[in-house]
């Protein structure tokens, strides 16, 4: 027999029994639909948290103020204030392979400008800080070296800021009051949109670190020159774990800390966290893989089940096909397509409907939409074997008749 | 040369420790052109005897010759061919397919043999022509009447040009002017140069064929010739008459 004509004699014999078979493949399309939209939904949260990496600098390194004990107590991360200045200029003198390191003194406080008011986070920067988080200036310009070093009382907006203080109006050359303490507006950073954690990164006002330190957040400082944070961005091609090591090394020496005490600082590294991420995600894809397996296998058990119930139904015919001269070969493949058919269908159904589930929840989170062809691909392929695996105990069955017997039958 | 040549055929069954034998050393030769009649009661073996000719099932031991080719140790799939060939089956249940038009049952044969669907077109519609179903090719079983559906499996038996045609109880779901009318179409065939086997047990039935062969207990019991009743003109007598 011709395979064409195989072909379409399943598909007559499919569309006889049009719910059942539909029933059967719903297992197939179940678990590929599954699988596709929970891999395209994996994927796009995926790719907007490497986004979100992205967006905070990449081949960056966070060096932030240790816990120290003091007295035996123990303050929390962040809370002293270990890091100075001299370190933050050190470290790129003694590593080569860092490209640049930013000191940071964060604050908060209340801002007003014409009237209307927003509590945001106050950041005192250098210029480097810009150059590290690859942090453009989207209209204005930054701080001059000359500002930053006189300590100027001038001011950068994030997006949010200048939304919230002046709505659609330039704010350039505008008078604002951090902490009561006028500023003028030179410029407004580009939008960088929320880190991985959800905080909105243009809900800030980035001004002078000198002036920071001395008008704005300093006051309580306990060391003029303490900064709350050191952003360091190493060279491209350079290794993140050695600038690492280094670092830490660099400031052991200049804190003076002997072997065996801790470090009064902390060291992140932004890397680290995607490659949890990463490892997260592929546990997560594993899993779902095993998922897909098991709704495949069940798929699979589905219509080995309802091959098994029709051949036992079509006895009479297999005996009829037999009689007209259908070899033990034709009838097995005839029953190896309609379940391969079956399982196909099946997948491609179920591909279907899982790009459009994906599409559904992609829309709705703003992510986009990644539907991965090998795994559509691989779907398709894999439901096919189930199919071919499971329509072939019956087939074999089916060949395996004895004509007369078969023609016997009710 | 003759079509059909058993020398000694048996066919035992095994059923649970007991050995049945359905076929004991039966030899008969059929020419081709003949017009056979296997009568016997139920049991007599003459279903067996149709299946072994019929190549549905082998003899346990025995040659059995068709077309001077000794078919008696060929494997399944050469025997599914040759059935394809040689031999055309009508069954007394019809056996078509439920879900298959007349044009499509017809056609059946010819998928297995890797027809063309233009030849088989053509041919199915010739052979339904001929049986004279040419108006409802396109009907399917539950469509047609038992005669109807009689003709469509005539139809399917001839449509690869067998050597033989071999009707198991043809008319036993049939009322009797139909039985007539189907004989009447074996009786037009076998004109036509067809051999015609056709087994039953109706007296009736057997009374139109030139040789009538009677089993019981697995052996042939007689081997007669007879002029045939003519089922033609039958059909026109007052008994038949509509």
Known sequence: MRLADAVSSSLDALRANALRSFLTMLGIVIGVAAVIAMMAVGGGAREQVNQQIKSLGANLIQVVPGNVTSGGVRLGAGQSSTLTDDDAKAIPL??????????????????????????????????????????????????????????????????????????????????????????????????????????????????????????????????????????VKVREGESLSNVENDTRALLRQRHRLQDGQDDDFQIRNLAEISATREQSARTLAMLLAAVAGVSLIVGGIG??????????????????????????GDIMNQFLIEATTLALIGGAVGVALGVGAAKLVADAAGWPLLVDPTVVASAVVFSGLVGIASGLYPAVRAAHLDPVEALRAG | MALIETT?????????????????????????????????????????????????????????????????????????????????????????????????????????AGVSLRERRERATRALTRVGLGERMDHRPLELSGGQQQRVAIARALVNDPKVLLADEPTGALDSKTSIEIVALFQELHEQGVTVIIVTHEEDIAAYSRRVVRFLDGRIVSDTRQEPRNAAADLKSPRHAA
């Open chain 1, 303 to 328: 219509i080995m089940n309802i091959m098994l119930v029709s051949v036992t139904e079509r006895t009479r015919e297999i005996g009829v096909r037999m009689a007209v001269g259908a070899r033990p």
């Open chain 1, 94 to 231: 003694e590593i080569p392979a860092v490209q640049v390191a930013a000191p940071i003194v964060r604050g908060s406080g209340q801002i007003v400008a014409r009237g209307v008011n927003w509590s945001t986070g106050i950041v005192g920067v250098t210029s480097d800080f810009f150059e590290a988080r690859e942090w453009t200036i989207e209209r204005g310009r930054e701080f001059s070296p000359e500002e930053s070093a006189r300590g100027g009382q001038i001011a950068l907006l994030g997006q949010t800021v200048m939304r919230q203080l002046f709505g659609d109006d330039d704010p350039i050359g505008q008078e604002i009051r951090v902490r009561n303490v006028p500023f003028t507006v030179v410029g407004v950073a580009e939008k960088k949109g929320q880190t991985m954690f959800g905080s909105d990164q243009d809900d800030v006002v980035f001004v002078p670190l000198i002036t920071a330190r001395q008008r704005v957040v300093g006051a309580n400082r306990a060391r003029t020159s303490s900064v709350s944070q050191i952003m």
């Open chain 2, 8 to 112: 000694g055929i048996t066919r035992t069954y095994r059923m649970g420790a007991e050995t049945v034998t359905a076929l004991s050393d039966v030899s008969i030769s059929i020419d081709e052109g003949e017009s056979l009649a296997v009568m016997g009661p139920s049991g007599s073996g003459k279903s067996t005897f149709m299946n072994v000719i019929g190549c549905l099932d082998r003899p346990t031991s025995g040659s059995y010759r068709l077309a001077g080719e000794e078919v008696s140790s060929l494997t399944k799939a050469e025997l599914a061919g040759v059935r394809n060939r040689r031999i055309g089956f009508v069954f007394q249940q019809f056996n078509l397919l439920s879900r298959a038009t007349a044009l499509a049952s017809v056609e059946l044969p010819m998928l297995y």
